[in-house]
């Protein structure tokens, strides 16, 4: 089971982009695909595009604290992605209406 570091900065920072800690936690354990590592400071990041359970599709970056999975930021796809996203997965899991 995955455990995820939260603290004010981080829920505030994605509920500025209007998505939940819950919504970034399905997305990284639903096997999102990798899009990109980032080196910043030093710290290791992960950028992954992925799905909720209600089939909405998101980037979040994420980096490993210790034996915590601390998520940086998220916020919903470009539709370009989410088309991408659909073409390489198939359907989406939900059906949020946000998806194309």
Known sequence: MLRFEWD???RSHIAAHRVSCLEAEQVIENEPFDLEMQSVNGEERFVQLGETNAGRILVVVSTWRRTLIRVVT?????KSMKLTYIAQRGSPHGTDPQSP
């Open 8 to 10: 004010d900065a981080n």
């Open 74 to 78: 998220a916020f919903d796809a470009p």
